[in-house]
């Protein structure tokens, strides 16, 4: 069965360095999303990017977060200045269409320090 | 602002009875909605979903029942087994974004 498959599984990393999650979402989904979830707490959506665009983002995803398509099968969440506060597990996930079935990774769980 | 939240924030239930998990949502220009199960370390998995033009919805030992006038959802589980234990999240859309409510833990008492 297809799946969304997601790197690294578990990342540390010191505050102030730059991190890049990597994705490989579904082959035929058009729909891409970065959504994250800190420990105990409800998934909160970052950013949806279609048609190579980022078409939603949310007031998380400021200027330290950008994403990447950079061929034609990963798509990538970078985060430039990491800070405490970016500790969360972050989940990549696709669908066909927009908002619709949407599939997600098993995450990939950074730990800034 | 718009939300998506459950009434119970844990549910323990006897093997082999049936689960209710219940949702409140408050955007109702929500037309999709989703449920998701989510175990522990692990990424939400999808169970079942539903649109906004229709009220039932059933699936292999699960059910989405959605009253729009109330703007609820709820999730039936049927003879709850061990593997269901999990956190059980709803979400709902009306555009492309899943907004996703605090979760209900279900436990399973043997």
């Known amino acids: 069965e297809p799946e969304v498959t997601q790197t690294p599984s578990h990342q540390v990393t010191q505050m102030g360095q730059e991190v890049i999650l990597r994705c490989v979402p579904i082959s035929n989904h058009l729909y891409f999303y970065w959504y994250r979830q800190i420990l105990g707490q409800k998934v909160e959506f970052l950013v949806s990017f279609y048609n190579n665009e980022i078409s939603e983002k949310s007031e998380i995803f400021d200027d330290q977060f950008s994403v990447e398509r950079p061929d034609g099968s990963n798509f990538t969440l970078k985060i430039r200045s990491t800070k405490l506060e970016d500790s969360a597990m972050y989940f990549c996930?696709?669908?066909?269409?927009?908002?619709?079935?949407?599939?997600f990774g098993e995450g990939s769980w950074l730990t800034v320090v | 602002g718009e939300s998506v939240g459950l009434h119970l924030p844990t549910l323990s239930v006897q093997e082999g009875d049936n689960s209710i998990i219940n949702c409140a949502y408050s955007n109702s220009a929500s037309d999709y909605f989703i449920w998701y199960k989510q175990e522990s370390g692990k990424g939400p998995q999808f169970i079942i979903d539903?649109?906004?033009?229709?009220d039932k919805r059933q699936g292999q030992r699960v059910t989405v029942l959605l009253n729009k006038t109330v703007k609820h959802l709820s999730l039936q589980i049927a003879a709850t087994q061990p593997g269901d234990s999990a956190v059980y999240f709803c979400?709902?859309?009306?555009?492309?974004?899943?907004?996703f409510g605090t979760g209900t833990r279900l436990t399973i008492i043997p």
């Open positions: 979400a709902e859309t009306g555009n492309e974004k899943l907004t």
């Open positions: 539903i649109r906004s033009n229709m």
């Open positions: 996930a696709s669908g066909t269409q927009g908002g619709n079935t949407i599939y």
